[in-house]
T-cell receptor, first 113, second 113 residues
Framework: NAGVTQTPKFRILKIGQSMTLQCAQDMNHNYMYWYRQDPGMGLKLIYYSVGAGITDKGEVPNGYNVSRSTTEDFPLRLELAAPSQTSVYFC????????????FGPGTRLTVT | DQQVKQNSPSLSVQEGRISILNCDYTNSMFDYFLWYKKYPAEGPTFLISISSIKDKNEDGRFTVFLNKSAKHLSLHIVPSQPGDSAVYFCAAKSGGSNYKLTFGKGTLLTVNP
């Protein structure tokens, strides 16, 4: 089991460029999440999904889009990158059982200049 | 509006002694609490959790205490080891929230040999 995988690990974008952060899990989890972590801050929820074809906004969705066509994959799209999107992005998944535990990927460090 | 607060950005303890990490919350709808540990350049990993119907949960060297009336929880690590040096995040789930978690800003624990 690879768990939750994220690609790329690092990326530098110019202002106005677009990119997709990839996330995949092999645990057959229904729930998936995207968070961002800014320096000295906790994790802020961007988007989440409760199953294939179902997504919803989190706390900080502006500037991002997601899709969930399969149980395994949950890509995060950044359109028109801005310096405020410089952050570390974490993808997580959860089986949706009573433990409420979320399993995190290793993160993608994104810099927008 | 921070619903989960970790007021100590950092904590330093000697190896073998007790580490106590604190977390306060404001939302009375939170019904489940989790602690995550994060090493640099890695994703957070689940450590221990507690339901709001309990006041204590223990797992090896880690114990979480919940004081609902004070809206306060704490993580005790006994004995502390240098490998415990990491950032610790407190997280909370609101009842009926589709498994979304709200995270605190984290506390950096340093265990000195």
């Amino acid at each position: 089991n690879a768990g939750v995988t994220q690609t790329p690990k690092f990326r530098i974008l110019k202002i106005g460029q677009s990119m997709t952060l990839q996330c995949a899990q092999d645990m057959n989890h229904n729930y998936m999440y995207w968070y961002r972590q800014d320096p000295g801050m906790g994790l802020k929820l961007i988007y989440y999904s409760v199953g294939a074809g179902i997504t919803d906004k989190g706390e900080v969705p502006n500037g991002y889009n997601v899709s969930r066509s399969t149980t395994e994959d949950f890509p995060l799209r950044l359109e028109l990158a801005a310096p405020s999107q410089t952050s570390v992005y974490f993808c997580a998944s959860s089986p949706g059982t009573a433990s409420y535990e979320q399993y995190f990927g290793p993160g993608t460090r994104l810099t927008v200049t | 509006d921070q619903q989960v607060k970790q007021n100590s950005p950092s904590l330093s303890v000697q190896e073998g002694r007790i580490s106590i990490l604190n977390c306060d919350y404001t939302n009375s709808m939170f019904d489940y609490f989790l602690w995550y540990k994060k090493y640099p350049a890695e994703g957070p990993t689940f450590l221990i959790s507690i339901s709001s119907i309990k006041d204590k949960n223990e797992d090896g060297r880690f114990t979480v205490f919940l004081n609902k009336s004070a809206k306060h929880l704490s993580l005790h690590i006994v004995p502390s080891q240098p490998g415990d040096s990491a950032v610790y995040f407190c997280a909370a789930k609101s009842g009926g929230s589709n498994y979304k978690l709200t995270f605190g800003k984290g506390t950096l624990l340093t265990v000195n040999p």
